[in-house]
């Protein structure tokens, strides 16, 4: 199974800051990587899919980069319906794994 | 718009049987660009992908379930189902019916969660 580590956690941050989440693969996934948003009480939100296609309806602030094992979610200018957890999810191969996800919090 | 929706107990007991029903609208189960299964989500915990079956039957299960999981699909009532046998705590969740891009790999469409809580 491909093991995919997110960090950090939890981060603390004010609205209008810039974050950024991490994420890496156990093994190289190419760019078979996507980002999801849940919000509390919510099923998740598909955000972004092959580690960097924003999907439509989402936010330009949001941006999805890297190839191989490691990648990055950025939010730039944090808005308050952006605190919420956020969390990767490798499709390279079955079994389908998700990190462990990273809360953005005030 | 593709619509999933669950149904089922809300409350097992331990050792019997979870038994969850997923109605799609808006859109046909029997389509070549998804997959179907379902993820689950313990109270205050991360994600678990459970399997995703193809309309035609090709399926997929996560080892650590495998045993226990079973999926279907009804493409006459646009529905798949869920079955998880000898359920114990652990088992407690929230369980999402989802869709699967196959062009993708990703999850585009949820349900909205149901609670299964497994307590006698």
């Known amino acids: 199974d491909i093991q995919m580590t997110q960090s950090p956690s939890s981060v603390s941050a004010s609205v209008g800051d810039r974050v950024t989440i991490t994420c890496r693969a156990s093994q190289g996934i190419s760019s078979w990587l996507a980002w999801y948003q849940q919000r509390p009480g919510e099923a998740p939100k598909l955000l972004i899919s092959l580690a960097s296609n924003l999907q439509a309806g989402v936010p330009s602030r949001f941006s999805g980069s890297g190839f191989g094992t490691d990648f990055t979610l950025t939010i730039t200018s944090l808005q308050p319906e952006d605190f919420a957890t956020y969390y990767c999810?490798?499709?390279?191969?079955?079994?389908?794994?998700f990190g462990g996800g990273t809360k953005v919090e005030i | 718009q593709l619509q999933l929706q669950e149904s089922g107990p809300g409350l097992v007991k331990p050792s019997e049987t979870l038994s969850l029903t997923c109605t799609v609208s808006g859109g046909s189960i029997s389509t070549s660009s998804y997959y179907w299964g379902w993820i689950r989500q313990p109270p205050g915990k991360g994600l678990e992908w459970i399997g995703s079956?193809?309309?035609?039957?090709?399926?997929y299960y996560n080892p650590s379930l495998k045993s226990r999981v079973s999926e279907s699909v009804d493409t006459s009532n646009n529905q798949l189902s869920l079955r998880l046998t000898s359920v114990t705590a652990a088992d407690t969740a929230v369980y999402y019916c989802?869709?699967?891009?196959?062009?993708?790999?990703?999850?585009?469409?949820w349900g909205q969660g149901t609670l299964v809580t497994v307590s006698s």
């Open positions: 079956m193809y309309y035609s039957g090709d399926t």
């Open positions: 999810q490798q499709a390279n191969s079955f079994p389908l794994t």
């Open positions: 989802v869709s699967w891009a196959t062009s993708t790999g990703t999850f585009d469409r």
